[in-house]
Each structure stands twice: as C-alpha cells, then as structure tokens.
Nanobody, 124 residues
Framework: QVQLVESGGGLVQAGGSLRLSCAASGLRLGNYAIGWFRQPPGKKREGVSSIGNRDGEVWYADSVKGRFTISRDNAKNSVYLQMDSLTPEDTAVYYC?????????????????WGQGTQVTVSS
C-alpha cells in the first residue's frame, strides 16, 4: 500500500522556520517528481514547490521564492521543505504529492499519490 506521510508542521511565530518532511512507503520516491502544495483556510489548494528527477527540475511559487527550499533524499525515500522567514500568509495545510511528470505536477497539480497533510500556523 502506497503512503505519503507529511510531518514537521506546527505553530510558529512570524519570521520563524519550519522543516516539513514527506516520507514514502510502498513506492520509491526517486522514481517520481514530488510537489508540495498548500491550502490556506477558505482558499483553494495551490502549488508551493516541486522537485523532479533531473538536474534543474526545481520550481517555486513566486510567493515563497527565496524563503523556501525543497530537497530530496532518495536514500531515505523522503522529500523536505525548509521554510524560513514565515509569515501569517503561509498558514495552511501542507500536502506532498508524487507524480510521474514534473511538468504536470507543476502546471496542473497532477499527483498520483497524496499525503494527508500537516498543519502549519504562523502567528503574527
């Protein structure tokens, strides 16, 4: 059974940092592009960052560029999202998703597998 499990969310003050992890079981993350998405309260889900299998396949939403860093450790079958300089506008449930195609993940949010999400709350 395929499972993606996010962790690392929590409550942090504005300006603080959090590191989210996405751990997989039942599939090899190294074979997939991985994306982080978020859904703020009362809003639609939006893409945050994605990383592919090839060099240079990294994407960030404009709203997080320079503050968030995505990385992957295929040996640990995990992907991470380092979030710095957090603002209240970053408050959301954060999800990771695994997809076969990096471009489809970035442009359309097409993931084959999704995690259950982890709550990130940034207080002002």
């Amino acid at each position: 059974q395929v499972q993606l499990v996010e962790s690392g969310g929590g409550l942090v003050q504005a300006g603080g940092s959090l590191r989210l992890s996405c751990a997989a079981s039942g599939l090899r993350l190294g074979n997939y592009a991985i994306g982080w998405f978020r859904q703020p309260p009362g809003k639609k889900r939006e893409g945050v960052s994605s990383i592919g299998n090839r060099d240079g396949e990294v994407w960030y939403a404009d709203s997080v560029k320079g503050r968030f860093t995505i990385s992957r450790d295929n040996a640990k079958n995990s992907v991470y999202l380092q979030m710095d300089s957090l603002t209240p506008e970053d408050t959301a449930v954060y999800y990771c998703a695994a997809g076969r195609a990096f471009s489809a993940l970035v442009e359309y949010g097409l993931g084959d597998y999704w995690g259950q999400g982890t709550q990130v709350t940034v207080s002002s």
